[in-house]
């Protein structure tokens, strides 16, 4: 079974990550281990003195990649040692020392007992364990090698066999510092660390809610860490430790979250997928000409190709993904050498003629589902029933609405064909998506199955249709009624599914947990549609359950109301951190303030929630037009500093 792993210490430093206990120790047990890549390099680094391990007493992060541990070692006759455990980890590299400390002498034995599996992680996933492999010694080294990789292990300690020894003598106030030092070399990795220091403006965010700027300043560390290159493009990894490679749709979304900070990340990501379009036609992998890819691997041990593309949305997003990145000033010739990248992913949207886009597994060996809810049974009817594909999603459908018009005015703009066409395609889609998704309840509903019939549950995939222009104003003021109930976002954030479908179950994985990236998405598809005071309500649930969360916000969390428990459940195997729950921190921020920029028209939007609901706002470090800005709202109102030249506020 899948190991669980909310109750453990995660640091990152992509492509490289290490899961440990509390206390600081790394057992031969579950998912803990350090990770490069998707192969676990250690699999033990268990800490004794004396044959004793240290009782722990808490642990503080320093960083994404660096961790303090601090334990105690106590003795019924003796002194009392002081054991602080620094784990800092940079890319290909883990560096750990122990600090030892008594207040009376004392003489000691410390060990370190290591192993290494070099198991994949599609074995660690499945709960299985591998054989821990002989070490080979060297001068104040051990190493281990298995299939390319080779993992070296530099002490400063005596080493019989795997465990690292130390003799150690204090005297009273002396502290004595052991270090241990792993580098992993392997070639034949699929991702690579990244080339920068920095990818986008260190933004800081003072609020009279200081939930959110708390969470940011958090959200944006993690986001360093998961931080991946291709070449010298720069794109976020999905999450630790499962997804810690290239996803298509995760990348994109998380890319597009942070525009305010920066198109460095949107344009490293949209190269980076679009070197590896689809071109031919393969059911095994997904691939067609010009679809983006869902998801990059070392080899087929998960269960899927290498390079798959077994996804319904990532092509729509990635155009958008383009547009949006040109709204907030991507220069023009960074824009122009994806254009024939755009004309192909429009050639895969084109093909799905006057239908909608839907998905089927055509090989029966890879994923059932294929947009963002992609677990076996998160498609359901209302009765919990479950849909059979061909499956075409509604936010799918609100994805290629919005596609189609963003792709019509990139070609306007870089006077290019068929901008037309796509806005009839758009204003088709629309009335074909009036006439078949509507349920009796005045709101979309969330799929249509093989058959035609829509899947009448309440979800929160309709929420992704507000502010896209799918639906009318009139439209959306139900869909917002509807995701704004008890049963919807009575949780610490919005639900998946209504509490009131037979379906729902709190800690299912897509049937009524909450997601943070899902919840920003409707969030701030509200307050676009001028729903304000409900988008600040569900973003309220999001904070809190940050704050619940040390501000490091999971890939999931339960959906259980927040009448009945006083802090939001872990999702026992969620990712954390997950790159599109950290960017989500700075989507709610910009729906919070209305910014909208329109460099090549000149115009930015400036529209904030109105009330003040998370107090007076002074946020630094965005950029707009490549260019620093800053952004204060107050009772007074709402004002952007240091605007670039050629822009005016509306």
Not at 80 to 102: F, G, K, N, Q, Y
Not at 258 to 278: E, H, Y
Request: glycine share 12%.
């Amino acid at each position: 079974m899948q190991p669980l792993l909310h109750d453990l210490v995660v640091a990152v430093a992509a492509p490289t990550s290490v899961l440990c206990g509390a206390d600081g120790q790394i057992r031969a047990t579950g998912v803990q281990g350090l990770f490069h890549a998707d192969a676990r390099v250690l699999s033990e680094a268990v800490l004794r003195l004396d044959g004793e391990e240290p009782e722990p007493i808490g642990h503080a992060p320093v960083s994404a990649g660096s961790t303090h541990f601090i334990a105690v070692v106590r003795r019924p006759d003796g002194p009392t040692v002081h054991v602080r455990r620094t784990r800092i980890l940079s890319p290909a590299r883990m560096e750990e020392r122990i600090t030892l400390e008594a207040s009376e002498p004392v003489t000691a034995t410390v060990t370190l007992d290591l192993a290494s599996d070099l198991a994949p992680m599609a074995v660690v996933r499945s709960g299985g364990r591998g054989t821990p492999l002989p070490p080979r010694p060297g001068d104040g080294s051990l190493s281990w090698s298995r299939e390319g990789i080779t993992v070296t292990a530099v002490h400063d300690g005596t080493a019989p066999g795997s465990r690292l020894s130390w003799a150690v003598t204090l005297t009273p106030g002396e502290t004595r510092d052991l270090t241990l030092k792993v580098r992993v070399d392997d070639p034949s990795a699929v991702i690579s660390a990244p080339v920068r220091d920095h990818d986008w403006s260190p933004a800081r965010v003072t609020s009279g809610d200081r939930r959110l700027g708390r969470l940011v300043a958090r959200s944006l560390d993690d986001l360093r860490g998961l931080r991946l290159a291709d070449g010298d493009d720069t794109y976020l990894a999905a999450g630790v430790p499962w997804y810690l490679t290239l996803f298509g749709r995760d990348s994109i979304w998380a890319a597009r979250m942070l525009l305010p900070l920066g198109t460095g990340p949107a344009v490293g990501t949209l190269r980076a997928l679009a070197r590896r379009q689809g071109l031919r036609h393969d059911p095994v992998t997904g691939e067609a000409p010009g679809k983006i890819m869902h998801e990059l691997r070392r080899d087929d041990r998960h269960g899927l190709p290498a390079a798959y593309y077994g996804t319904v949305d990532a092509t729509p997003l990635w155009i958008s993904l383009l547009h949006d990145a040109w709204r907030w000033g991507l220069p023009a010739d960074r824009v122009a050498e994806l254009l024939p990248h755009l004309d192909a992913a429009l050639g895969w949207l084109g093909g799905f003629g006057g239908g909608f886009l839907d998905y089927l597994d055509a090989s029966g060996r890879g994923l059932v589902h294929q947009g963002w809810k992609d677990s076996a049974d998160a498609i359901r009817f209302r009765d919990g029933r479950l849909a059979e594909p061909p499956i075409a999603l509604a936010e799918v459908q609100g994805y290629a609405y919005r596609a189609a018009l963003d792709a019509a005015a990139l070609l306007d703009a870089f006077e290019r064909p068929d901008g037309d066409r796509w806005r009839e395609y758009a204003a088709a889609l629309a009335t074909r998506f009036r006439e078949r998704f509507w349920t009796g309840d005045g709101y979309p509903a969330l799929a249509l199955d093989r058959d035609g019939r829509p899947v009448d549950a309440l979800t929160s995939n309709i929420g992704h249709l507000l502010g896209t222009g799918l639906l009318s104003p009139g439209e959306e003021r139900p869909v917002v009624d509807a995701l704004s109930s008890e049963a919807m976002a009575g949780g610490y954030g919005l639900r998946t599914m209504s509490t009131a479908d037979r379906g729902f179950a709190p800690l299912s994985y897509h049937c009524g947990s909450v997601w943070a990236h899902d919840t920003a998405i409707v969030a701030a598809g509200m307050a676009r549609a001028g729903f304000g005071p409900e988008a600040a309500t569900v973003i309220d649930g999001l904070l809190t359950a940050a704050e619940a969360f040390d501000y490091r916000l999971p890939e999931l969390h339960s959906g259980h109301p927040r009448a009945a428990l006083s802090r939001p459940m872990p999702y026992p195997a969620a990712c954390r951190p997950q790159a599109w729950s950290a960017a989500a921190s700075v989507l709610m921020l910009q729906a919070v303030l209305g910014l909208e920029p329109d460099v090549p028209g000149g115009r930015v939007r400036l529209d904030p929630i109105p009330g003040l609901p998370f107090g007076t706002l002074e946020v630094s470090g965005l950029v707009i037009g490549g260019a620093p800005a800053g952004v204060t709202v107050d009772a007074a109102g709402a004002a952007i500093t240091a605007l670039p030249p050629g822009l005016s506020v509306q």
